[in-house]
């Protein structure tokens, strides 16, 4: 038997791996057409088989698992004054929310979300993102489009929402305020904009704020109009929930009347209320005389009646009252072009409706809808008829039975007209008109009382305090008349907010900021302590900037303390005699990453030289930052020859300075070790012992020498450090490296007409595994030695992992090349939460701050069925639609209210202490090990979970060509299976694309590794016994 031929079992296994295609293939494209609907995905919807009864599971476009969030936020660029926040009308910080998505810090982007938009979750959900923020997205102008924001917002806070952690007021605020704070404020109606509006009054303090609500459910129009299948009743009501953690107070089945049971405007003021905020919205439904008098029995709806009947029997914990869903059957026509006539459409489907026609008068360009919602009633087969309006009524036995429209036309001058030749009569069984609404109820109008009212029927108000003609009342939301969308009432309630807060502090004359100042929102991970002492030195957070182009100069690391930097190291400096110029160019991007343009690169390649400023610059500049930083860490980076009287004096001078330590370069891997400084001294052990007992002998500041990864072992060269009477060391600076040879052989970065080239120092995340080894090495080897670690930190995950092995504080560069130094926001807050959530033992399953993966398909759960019918099925051609079938019978069988709602409250609350950062410095450090160390008999192997699979068969080709031919590939399903021989070498797991589709299990029964041909039998093996 030939060895270097594979057996006949696995040549079946091989024979849908890929091979290099040695002729053209050809096949008729009859057959072609017949094979492409077995592997169709894109199936197009099926009238008469594919029925929504029941089904109202998430349908968004933008829903995104966390394998998904990852790739998106990783898309986006973060641009300088970034177009989508100027088009969001919360203003919220979405450079900034997705940079800290990117990152995996997801309590810091629902943190930022949340601080400008209390509302950040639900609208993540159903705002019009096409024509507000990503409708200013700059990647609009490349081939691969803008980024998905709102599926990016959702993700972040429904995170947050699992991570079920209270709201709290700002801890920077007074605990003891003034009087003027315990004035009785009173919103009316629980919708967007009063939940917006009372959390911030909350948060600026005011401890009496009571919402009034007239149904038994809170949420306004987000409850009873938009369905549970866009925005689910536990969201709204986890936003309320976090509204309550500061103390507002909601009042149910309290309706605003002027009969003297509810409250009114006037009944509010005799009450003691010193401010008062309507949004009620507008209750009433528009509508035409053509429908006048007709009823739901004779099956004509409005809007107004059919959404909150749907949303009463399909949102579990809404109300109490077992509603069911209207029963519709045949064909129904929404009367209608904007939001709520798509979710009437929609909604009908899911009622049994059998077909829906959603009719307008004017054409596809005038729809009122956004794209989003408009493309989801497409895929779901309503049909869209422009140009119509309806004339006519056709009843038969007293119901509705047919509609007739006339074609609308429009002439030369832009004007329209029926035109009554054309006439189209449909056949319908149910009518629902979708016209908008207004306030017509007397009863509310007379409660308004007396608020004076605009041409346009509504409370006269100035839009841009929302304050109305009674000083005292404001508005907000649809009967403010400014908002059109969910989130623009939400800024309604933040705006209100303000003006209400300058309002009733002017009543008792305090002063209060001309310019607008909300507080942000806290929790309390935002209490986490996250300093560290080392060396006598308190560091307000581990994070600093490194000796490297981000502190080129002073106004640099300025900026960078008081966007909140815990430290600072100079860029390195040298004797006037040693001063240098700097090539060009000389900073490039890594091949690392692969063909990627744009921020978010892996590595970058530096043939950057030291500081060009002098000496006397940098000592000046020390002396000014730590006069106006006092709490700041600066650190002053040195470089010299092997000459002491240079060490001395240098070393001597930066200490007068008032730097509060020092860090020796004794590592620049490039240009100074030609000069015999950097890499020169670095190297060479007995050189870094005696500049050290050199630099010891003439300051008595803290200092670190910096080391260089590029030595035989970096624990001999720290160890000379440590004898040196150095207080710690700096692991490490860049990695000697040639970054490119362009196709003509030049290098890149090429100097001057000869396109000379030198090893750079490499740098970014390329470099992180070799940096972590250097600095697990050095904590093994000199346990307690302070390690300032650099290296690929670009996140508070990677932060985190430098301080389990061994360093104190963490130094940064790359990661602010490709961003910048707002960074620090999400480092802190990052770390704040990872330390936080080890506190809780409801989070103790999660990784950092991901939480366990369910299982799913487009973001969204999926039913497990294959164990129903006892085989796996694909999610693609007739497979799709045996699941899809599957699912309609299950929905069918439902009673939507019998599920339990998600529970968003109680919180949380520790259950452990909360860990330090002294707590997690090696942590690691007892796991690393000797490979004689790892137990060779405790093994695991690969599980495939077949509900997540997206049947790429990446794992297949990679067990195959790179592996051990332990994956199955079934030709008709492309399913995978593992097979008993895997022998767990997590291959599989490396390149599949899906979050936990694959994971490693511990193996039934011992490991017997298959040796080829077999050991002799007196064979004595050398590997330490187990």
Known sequence: MSLSKDVPDIESILSLNPKVRKNASLLPSSVTKLNKQH????????????????DFDDIKHTTLSERGALREAARCLKCADAPCQKSCPTQIDIKMFIQQISNKNYYGAAKSIFSDNPLGLTCGMVCPTSDLCVGGCNLYATEEGPINIGGLQQFATEIFKKMKIPQIRDPNCPKELPESYQSKIA?????????????FLARLGYSDVTIF???????????????????????????ADMMRDLGVKIEFNKKFESNGVGLSIQSAKAQGYEALFLGIGLPQPKSIPLFAGLTEQQGYWTSKSFLPKVAAASKPGMCACKAQLPQMSGNVIVLGSGDTAFDCATSSLRCGAKRVSVVFRRGFTDIRAVPEEMELAREEACELLPFLAPSKVIKKDGRISALEFVKQTQDDDGSWHDDSDQIVRLKCSYVISAFGSHLYDEDVITALHPLQFNSNGLPDVDTLTLQSSEPWVFCGGDIAGVAQTTVESVNDGKTAAWHMHKYLQSLHGLPVLAEPALPNFFTPIDLVDIGVEMCGLKFPNPFGLASAPPTTAAPMIRRAFEAGWGFALTKTFVLDKDIVTNVSPRIVKGTTSGYLYGPGQGSFLNIELISEKTCAYWCQIVTELKRDFPDRILIASIMCGFNEEDWTLLASQAEKAGADALELNLSCPHGMGERGMGLACGQDAEMVRNICLWVR??????FFAKLTPNVTSIAVIARAAQEGKADGVTATNTVSGLMGLKADATPWPGVGKEKFTTYGGVSGNAIRPIALRAVSTIARELPGFPILATGGIDS????????????????????????????????????????????LDECSDWDGQSPPTLRHQLGKPVLTIADVIGQGVPNFGEGKKKRQEFISEEKARLNLLDAAPPSNRPVNVPKHPLPMIKDMIGKSLPMISAYGDLDNKQQQVAVIDEEMCINCGKCYMTCNDSGYQAIT??????????????TGCTLC??????????????????????????????????????
């Open 187 to 199: 919103l009316i109606g629980c919708g967007p904009a009063s939940i917006s509006c009372a959390s």
């Open 989 to 1026: 797991v490396s390149v599949c694309p899906i979050i936990d589709c694959i994971r490693m299990v511990d193996r039934d029964g011992p490991y017997t590794p298959k040796r080829g041909i077999p050991l002799a039998k007196e064979t004595v093996s050398h590997m330490p016994a187990q």
């Open 969 to 982: 590939f079934d030709p008709m399903t492309h399913l995978t299976k593992v097979t008993d021989d895997c």
């Open 39 to 54: 592997w169709k995905r894109n199936l197009k919807p099926c009238v008469k088989c594919d029925s929504l009864t029941n």
């Open 796 to 839: 508070a995950e990677a932060g985190l992992q430098f301080l389990h092995a061994g360093a104190t504080v963490l130094q940064v560069c790359s990661a602010v090349q490709n961003q910048d130094f707002t960074l620090i926001e999400d480092y802190c807050t990052g770390l704040r939460t990872l330390l936080y959530l080890k506190s």
């Open 697 to 702: 002998a003439a300051v008595k500041i803290p």
């Open 213 to 239: 609500e007239k149904e038994g459910y809170l949420g306004g129009l987000s409850s009873a109009e938009i369905p549970q299948y866009r925005l689910p009743y536990d969201v709204v009501e986890f936003e």
